[in-house]
């Protein structure tokens, strides 16, 4: 069965900071990995994906994330965070759920908060 | 335009009472789902849709129903609701492995 663990329900950087927001999985195949963002009041925006190829993927908005497979990983990066980064995030890997394309398993969640 | 829509935005519903959520995109996406998103658990499966006339039953399908009857449409239905079922659901959408798209959500208080 695959599941996604994220560390740290909440999370909080000084704007200028790294962030660094972590994800773990655990899947019998090779998995797909997301990272979503949820906005106060809004639904969830794609920040990137790996599928396969670059382990290292490049996404919107400065993120990035690194898929690990030694290390079951899949943690998102920003080199420098910016007010406006201060959100909900979600980390999620693909499952086939009976036959489904790309049917989501979700972390619960890590919601950033950005001091000025 | 382009994208996911849904409706209403948000409800107070009494308890017992039947309640349709829709949900509707104009990317001619081949499979929906809806989720339901609760405090500190994330967003979890209620049912989703490979193609149109086929449905099948996620990790919390309990007390929901939903058909697809066209491409473009995917109801939630609530037959009798119970305050357990007060949350924020949200109507996804994807063509492939790679993405869901998703619609704004619609938040519900069931009393």
């Known amino acids: 069965a695959q599941s996604v663990t994220q560390l740290g329900s909440h999370v909080s950087v000084s704007e200028g900071a790294l962030v660094l927001l972590r994800c773990n999985y655990s899947?019998?195949?090779?998995?797909?990995l997301f990272w979503y963002v949820q906005y106060p009041n809004q639904g969830l925006q794609l920040l990137l994906k790996?599928?396969?190829?670059?382990?290292l993927v490049k996404g919107i908005n400065g993120f990035e994330a690194e898929f690990k497979k030694s290390e079951t990983s899949f943690h998102l990066t920003k080199p420098s965070a910016h007010m406006s980064d201060a959100a909900e995030y979600f980390c999620a890997v693909s499952r086939n759920y009976g036959g489904s394309q790309g049917n989501l398993i979700f972390g619960k969640g890590t919601k950033l908060s950005v001091k000025p | 335009i382009a994208g996911i829509t849904q409706a209403p935005t948000s409800q107070i519903l009494a308890a017992g009472r039947r309640m349709t959520l829709r949900c509707t995109q104009d990317?001619?996406?081949?499979?929906m789902y809806w989720y339901r998103q609760d405090l500190g658990l994330g967003l979890r499966l209620i049912h989703y849709s490979n193609t149109a006339g086929t449905t099948g039953k996620g990790e919390v399908p309990d007390g929901y129903s939903v058909s697809r009857a066209n491409t473009d449409d995917f109801p939630l239905t609530l037959a009798s609701a119970v305050p357990s079922q007060t949350s924020v659901y949200f109507c996804?959408?994807?063509?492939?492995?790679?993405?869901?798209?998703f619609g704004p959500g619609t938040r519900l208080t069931v009393l």
């Open positions: 996804a959408s994807s063509d492939s492995w790679h993405e869901q798209f």
């Open positions: 899947s019998s195949v090779p998995p797909y």
């Open positions: 990317m001619r996406h081949n499979a």
């Open positions: 790996y599928t396969t190829g670059a382990t």
